[in-house]
């Protein structure tokens, strides 16, 4: 069972930045296709970005493009979520999932496995 853990979240100004990272841990990160995605309150989830098994394909969703940095590291199961210039829009839970897939999707039924979320805020 494969498990994922995410880390990093926090309170933030608007402006700044934060870096997310999500812990796998049993299975076989290195074949997973990995995701972010957030939900802020009364809203559906959102795509946020993500990463193919090999790290050669990259997508992102188009509210976050040119301020979000998606990358892994396989030999440490680890994927981040590197954010700068933070909006308030950018508040939510993010979450961290695993598709057995191995390359990105941006379709949250494709992510079979889901971290418990991290919370980010950005005061205005």
């Known amino acids: 069972q494969v498990q994922l853990v995410e880390s990093g979240g926090g309170l933030v100004q608007a402006g700044g930045s934060l870096e997310l990272s999500c812990a796998a841990s049993?299975?076989?990160?290195?074949?997973?296709?990995m995701g972010w995605f957030r939900q802020a309150p009364g809203k559906e989830r959102e795509y946020v970005a993500g990463?193919?098994?090999?790290?050669?394909?990259?997508a992102y969703g188009d509210s976050v493009k040119g301020r979000f940095t998606i990358s892994r590291d396989n030999a440490k199961n680890t994927v981040t979520l590197q954010m700068i210039s933070l909006k308030p829009d950018d508040t939510a839970i993010y979450y961290c999932?695993?598709?057995?897939?191995?390359?990105?999707?941006?379709?949250?039924?494709?992510?079979?496995?889901w971290g418990q979320g991290t919370q980010v805020t950005v005061s205005s």
């Open positions: 999932a695993a598709s057995e897939t191995l390359q990105t999707s941006t379709t949250s039924r494709d992510y079979k496995y």
């Open positions: 990463i193919s098994w090999t790290g050669g394909t990259k």
């Open positions: 049993g299975g076989s990160f290195k074949t997973y296709g």
